[in-house]
């Protein structure tokens, strides 16, 4: 009980109010992202106790991700990597005319992929935490290449495009210190790109300066979202619960999983729950077209991996992904230090930890549903008004990541060839993918190679790393196997008749 | 209040000729008079973040003036390094350096070295130490040290940062110092003691070699334990856990360490000033407290003697980068 005390006092309760204000912000407006809000976020927990401190980057996490999703329904520009993989889905609705139905939708299922991710923390964290430690370099392989194949799966048009735009984001991931052998590639004698190219200016470029430079290139007022008086926010959400409430379970725990692998995070879980939903669906023809479904899939999924992120955190202060990085440190700092240990002590810090979860959830109802409303500012403010303030943020947001110069240039440069890119019908979010995971298959891939003396069999000496292994091996051979299948039917039907 | 146009005017050009004087007048007398900045070359949230931000904070209340922490990440801690090297030597910038100034030149990362700075103190000094899995098969330093020197080339594995990080060099240097030669184990580079430690308990590895608070978590969660830390003393925040000195009676130490720098060519004055408010600052309780609680070994050396070990430890890394075969 002394865990609700912790919690419900004016300090942490205000806490959390600015906190959902302040992601909110930072997630809807293009090109600040949610990394960002939590770094920015750092040094002022300095000063706050340790619940009002970890209130702040809890809710702050939660409300961007899910506001990132705001401007790519109404832009076309996803708000984190982890929305990218269903950009293409609410965006398609917009269009349509039923923007606020796909973010009511989002906003509900990132609500309940929350609230489970967070469940399954408070009840399984020590078990699922002794699973995730199962997986080594060859698991972690097979998992990165399992969504890098998604992403070509799931995208709508050409395959062999969606493929070169996933190579073009596996060469940008290789610029860099390479970690195995020390050596610096790509980088030009240029300091800044020795870390790499981080995903933030480069999503920013693809996205933002992209819709950018389409939007001008284009020349015309005429917009292509209007407000419709009868698109209500939560209006269709029963219906669509209760027909996709599966794909919401099977996302939320998909995402609860992934997301608890230190190797991998909530994007990777978007993106193969995304692949999963379209490979089970009755009607997967219509993902990408402004299908609901796939938002169900991916958004659940999303959210509960930020939760799930939480459980490698807190059991063995190893981080699940880039916000738990940032938290340990604040953790550490407020005395509460990760381990089984922070189960047990006495002081109910952990049940305030994990009140604040279910509360920072539960508050992005009625602080979600105001943004929606409020996001028909996009629409309404004039594009030549709006484009040019998203370009300021654009800039901002690449800057403050590092505080480096190099890459607002890199965030330019990135943008000219999305834009080249994407005027020829490539799509931009296998290349994002591409750049987030291309360094986690090299590296495992090598790290692996290393201490097995060059043996590939090795990844399939394990179980776990032998069951993935298969899965990606059926999925690359799906289409011919769907071929094969298809064919041998229509001989039979043609000799039956 | 409502200037009239002479007074403003008296106002202006007295404010202007006291911002002259001060200027003038050397920074000696009032440093320091604005608020300071400290470049920390790692990211915010991070253990070295965290030092710089509390290390700021007691300065604050020695110097009575504001100290900004400012993260210049990037690089490998070049970016950051570098930024310091660059700002004016007036006493207004200042960085929290890391033992990557010993290391990243000899491997031709970069052109920067020790020499490049004013040292005025060292505040943290991390010794390593040597990390098994708890359900490994290695009850003893002494049977892990018999099965590197018996069993075949590139046997046992070990981990903890990437190639060429300090904690490669500190265990490979110790490897060095016991005859054994250093690619005797394969080092498995990672991306930090995060990812080490998660293939430690995995079983993907056998040894991970990270300074001990880092493996502090997985050590109470019962899946790994340290054999032992390459210091002359044992770490007050671990007091069970044996040195090697006393194990194997090696006094070879190679750790990281963290000290507040400033630009070359900075006024001995400035830099007196800063090294006594430093002190003042590394003894009080906010700081202390901070690196006992986190398990951050504490190591004072004015800037003489910070400057002296940078040149020793410098001589002492350059050693092992040629030995690993990193040097470039």
Redesign the interface.
């Known amino acids: 009980m002394n865990g609700v005390g912790l919690v419900l006092n004016f300090e942490t309760i205000l806490v959390i109010l600015a906190a959902s204000l302040f992601g909110i912000f930072v997630g809807a407006v293009p090109g600040l992202t949610a990394t960002m809000a939590v770094?920015l976020l750092?040094?002022l927990t300095?000063y706050m106790d340790t619940i009002p401190a970890i209130a702040a980057i809890v809710t702050t996490s939660a409300m961007a991700i899910f506001a990132g999703d705001i401007p790519g329904t109404y832009l076309n520009i996803p708000g984190t990597p982890a929305s990218a993989a269903y950009v293409g889905e609410s965006y398609a609705l917009a269009k349509k005319g039923r923007a606020r139905e796909a973010l009511g939708i989002n906003l509900v299922c990132s609500v309940f992929g929350g609230i489970f991710g967070t469940i399954i923390l408070i009840v399984v964290a020590q078990s699922l935490a002794e699973v995730?430690?199962?997986?080594?370099?060859?698991e972690y392989f097979w998992l990165a290449v399992l969504g890098l194949s998604c992403s070509i799966f799931i995208s709508v048009g050409s395959r062999t495009k969606a493929f070169l735009s996933l190579l073009f984001g596996i060469l940008l991931s290789t610029v860099g210190?390479?970690?195995?052998?020390?050596a610096?590639r790509f980088t030009f004698g240029v300091?800044?790109?020795?870390?790499g190219i981080n995903f933030i200016p480069v999503m920013i470029g693809m996205f933002a300066l992209n819709e950018l430079m389409s939007y001008y290139g284009s020349k015309s007022e005429k917009k292509t979202i209007s407000v419709v008086d009868k698109d209500s926010v939560f209006h269709n959400v029963p219906g669509h619960i209760k027909r996709y409430w599966r794909n919401m379970v099977r996302g939320s725990s998909i995402g609860t999983l992934i997301g608890a692998l230190?190797?991998a995070g909530a994007d990777i879980a978007a993106w193969i729950s995304y692949g999963v939903g379209k490979g089970r669906s009755k009607d997967s023809a219509k993902y990408g077209t402004g299908n609901v479904e796939g938002i169900v899939d991916a958004s659940s999924a999303n959210n509960s991996g930020i939760s799930g992120a939480w459980v490698?955190a807190l059991?063995?202060?190893?981080?699940g992904d880039s916000i738990t990085?940032?938290?340990?440190?604040?953790l550490?700092?407020k005395?509460m230090?990760?381990?089984?240990?922070i189960f047990m002590d006495g002081s109910g810090l952990i049940y305030a930890l994990f009140i604040v979860f279910i509360l920072a959830n539960l508050m992005m109802l009625p602080i979600g549903y105001m943004a929606i409303r409020l996001s028909k500012l996009f629409i309404l403010t004039p594009s030549r008004v709006l484009m040019p303030i998203i370009l300021c943020f654009c800039i901002v947001g690449a800057f403050a990541i590092?505080?480096?110069v190099?890459d607002i240039w890199l965030m330019l440069i990135v943008g000219l060839v999305a834009y080249l890119l994407a005027v020829n019908d490539f799509p931009m979010a296998p290349a994002i993918l591409g750049l987030v995971l291309g360094s986690v298959v090299e590296?495992n891939f090598m790290?692996a190679m290393?201490?097995t003396?060059g043996d590939l069999t090795s990844f399939f000496a394990r179980p776990i790393s032998a069951g993935l292994g298969v899965a990606v091996i059926l999925l690359w051979c799906s289409p011919l196997l769907i071929k094969a299948y298809r064919y041998q039917k229509q001989k039979t039907e043609r000799a039956s008749l | 209040m409502i200037m009239t146009n002479h007074s403003l005017k008296t106002f202006c050009i007295s404010s202007l000729a006291a911002a002259v004087m001060a200027a003038s007048s050397s920074a000696l007398a009032d440093y320091p008079e604005r608020p300071i900045t400290l470049i920390v070359p790692w990211?915010?949230?991070?253990?070295t973040?965290?030092t710089a931000?509390t290390i700021a904070?007691a300065l604050e209340e020695e110097l009575g003036q504001n100290v900004n922490?400012?993260?210049?990440?990037?690089?490998?801690g070049?970016?950051g390094h570098?930024a310091m090297l660059n700002a004016a030597p007036d006493g207004y910038t200042l960085g929290l350096a890391t033992v990557e100034v010993n290391t990243m030149h000899w491997?031709g990362?970069?052109d920067l070295t020790y020499e490049d700075f004013t040292p005025i103190a060292q505040i943290n000094y991390d010794s390593p130490g040597i990390q098994v899995a708890t359900d490994g098969e290695f009850e003893s330093l002494d049977a892990l040290m018999e099965a590197i020197r018996t069993e075949p080339k590139?046997s046992l594995?070990a981990s903890g940062t990437?190639?060429?990080g300090i904690w490669h060099l500190a265990f490979t240097g110790f490897l060095m110092d016991q005859g054994i030669p250093a690619d005797q184990v394969?080092w498995?580079?990672?991306?930090g003691s995060?990812?080490a430690?998660?293939?430690l308990?995995?079983?993907?590895?056998d040894i991970v070699s990270t300074s001990v608070p880092e493996a502090?978590?997985?050590m109470?969660?019962?899946?790994v334990k340290s054999f032992a830390v390459m210091a002359a003393e044992r770490l007050s925040a671990f007091p069970d856990i044996p040195t090697t000195n006393e194990l194997v009676g090696s006094d070879y130490q190679v750790g990281a360490w963290r000290g507040i720098v400033g630009p070359k060519g900075m006024d001995p004055e400035v830099v007196a000033t800063l090294e006594s408010a430093l002190e003042a600052a590394y003894q009080s309780d906010t700081y202390q407290d901070?690196m006992t609680?986190?398990g951050f070994g504490t190591e004072w050396r004015n800037a003489e003697e910070f400057g002296q070990m940078m040149e020793e430890m410098d001589g002492i890394l350059g050693e092992i980068v040629e030995q690993v075969g990193?040097a470039n």
């Open positions: 770094a750092v040094p300095f995730a430690l199962k997986f080594s370099a060859f210190l390479d970690m195995m052998s020390g610096p300091p800044d790109l020795m870390a230190p190797g490698p059991v063995f202060g190893i981080p990085a940032i938290v340990i440190g604040v550490y700092m005395g230090n990760p381990g089984p240990t590092n505080n480096s190099v590296n790290s290393l201490r003396g | 990211a915010a949230g991070g253990g973040d965290a931000r904070r922490v400012v993260n210049r990440t990037g690089g490998s070049v970016v570098t491997q990362l970069t590139g594995t990437g190639q060429g394969i498995i580079p990672s991306e995060a990812p430690m998660t293939e308990a995995s079983g993907g590895i502090r978590s997985m109470d969660a019962g899946r901070f609680q986190r990193l």
